[in-house]
């Protein structure tokens, strides 16, 4: 069996609406174990930074509003098939689509304000989970 990581942040939305606590409690029930977690707040910088790869989408600038507008929970999650198995405890990136019992479908508002992010591959999980921890605060 390989475990594997990915890596997630709790949004704003969510902290904001009081759903750390039961966001945690799904991830940890879907058999994911926490190797890393921070309760922290980005800079401007560090969302652009974070979200450089869709700068010249139309909705850039909403996004970095709103991923600085309070703080949010970031975190490395690992199990076996880690990446897609989170995508789909997850759900759609639009709540609206998200299957029944996903945490958007239970906890986001709209496409933009969809209360969690997950990785899309391995490889960004690995320079996602780098740009919030430093080696020492992952304890895989
Ligand atoms: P996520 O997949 O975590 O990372 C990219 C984010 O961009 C996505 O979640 C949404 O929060 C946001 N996003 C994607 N599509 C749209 C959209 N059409 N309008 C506003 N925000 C979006």
Do not use: C
Not at 27 to 47: E, H, M, N, P
Not at 123 to 139: K, L, P, Q
Request: proline share 3%; no cysteine.
């Amino acid at each position: 069996m390989t475990e594997n990581k990915t890596f997630t942040m709790i949004k704003p939305d969510a902290v904001e609406n009081g759903h750390i606590g039961a966001i945690l409690e799904k991830i940890t029930a879907a058999g994911f174990k926490i190797v890393a977690l921070k309760y922290t707040q980005l800079s401007l910088r560090d969302a652009k930074e974070f979200y450089a790869v869709h700068k010249e989408r139309p909705f850039f600038e909403e996004l970095v509003t709103f991923m600085t507008r309070g703080p949010i929970v970031a975190a490395i999650l690992e199990k076996e098939n880690a990446v897609e198995d989170f995508r789909v405890l997850i759900g759609a990136t639009n709540p609206a689509e998200a299957a029944e019992g996903t945490i958007r479908k239970l906890f986001a508002t709209s496409i933009g304000e969809n209360a969690v992010h997950g990785s899309d591959s391995d490889e960004n999980a690995a320079i996602e989970g780098a740009f919030h921890f430093s080696g020492r605060e992952v304890y895989a």
